[in-house]
């Protein structure tokens, strides 16, 4: 992950951080329930989604969506529990420690129409315990802890952004009243992840996200510049709420050829946030 991290350490602060998660989760347990050190609960088994096979990818004609070259093939759905959080995620998170922590600046968002899908497949609600991030695999279990206030929530990872700079987390509305976001608007937050469905730090499925533009015709003419710059990727040019994002996915979603894309592209406008798919 990028920006710092962090171990939590475990004794009474530990003790004292989880009955507060689990009070904003709304979990009835106590903080006397947690087992000793030696008798935490085994690593559960949680469903992982394969990639796709690398696929040739079909030319387009369309002004927002041409490609070249290679590119993989579609992600599949990684859903998240009905209101974003279990019974069952709210026991696993008692029992265990945090395998890596990051801290940095959340805000809160919504979507900008009814029915739009989040990135990880599903229909995005403003009433789920979930978060978008750039790069936590898809359906990540997570606990977000405000540093001003202290109150913190368990939540999953069910989008990607925020894409603004000096930004690591969006969370939705329920998440963002669940920890103390939601009428100042940002905060800084700790995030500690409990459990990923697969690998944070190798192999996944990576692109760039360039933008936001404030006119088209700017999005347009860096795609035509990386279309040139990087035949075998795929790249697509998008509208956003009156604005115009570019993305680009290397050859086989490849993390290393992205984080070097990320690196070089240096936009007119706006930023390029490396970002996980999957």
């Known amino acids: 992950m990028t920006d710092c991290s962090e171990r939590r350490s475990h004794g009474a602060a530990r003790c004292a951080g989880l009955a507060v998660v689990?009070?904003?989760?709304?979990?009835?347990?106590?903080?006397?329930?947690q087992p000793p050190v030696q008798a935490m609960a085994p690593v559960r088994t949680y469903p992982t989604y394969p990639a796709q096979p690398v696929q040739p990818a079909m030319p387009s004609s369309s002004s927002s969506g041409s490609s070249s070259g290679k590119a993989s093939g579609p992600i599949a759905v990684t859903p998240v529990p009905e209101g974003g959080i279990s019974d069952e995620d709210k026991d696993y998170?008692?029992?265990h420690r945090p395998i890596v922590s990051e801290i940095g600046e959340a805000t809160w968002?919504?979507?900008?129409?009814k029915g739009r899908k989040a990135a990880n497949g599903q229909v995005f609600s403003d009433e789920a315990l979930t978060a978008a991030h750039r790069?936590?695999?898809?359906?990540?279990?997570?606990?977000?802890?405000?540093?001003?206030?202290?109150?913190?929530?368990?939540?999953?990872?069910?989008d990607r952004g925020p894409f603004v700079p000096n930004k690591i987390l969006d969370l939705t509305r329920a998440s963002a009243k669940s920890i103390g976001i939601y009428r100042p608007g940002t905060a800084r937050v700790r995030i500690d992840v409990y459990e990923t469905p697969k690998p944070i730090d190798t192999g996944g499925r990576w692109c760039v996200q360039i933008g936001a533009f404030t006119n088209e015709e700017a999005a347009d003419r860096l795609k035509a510049d990386l279309l040139r710059e990087y035949p075998d990727s795929k790249v697509i040019e998008f509208a956003g709420e009156a604005t115009w994002w570019v993305r680009i996915r290397p050859l086989g979603d490849d993390r290393g050829l992205a984080e070097a894309m990320a690196r070089r592209i240096q936009p007119e406008e706006g930023t390029a946030f490396l970002t996980r798919l999957d």
């Open 22 to 33: 689990l009070l904003a989760a709304g979990c009835g347990h106590k903080q006397n329930t």
């Open 93 to 95: 998170i008692l029992n």
């Open 135 to 158: 790069t936590l695999p898809m359906g990540s279990l997570i606990v977000v802890t405000n540093l001003t206030t202290r109150q913190a929530s368990a939540m999953r990872i069910s």
């Open 109 to 113: 968002y919504t979507a900008p129409y």
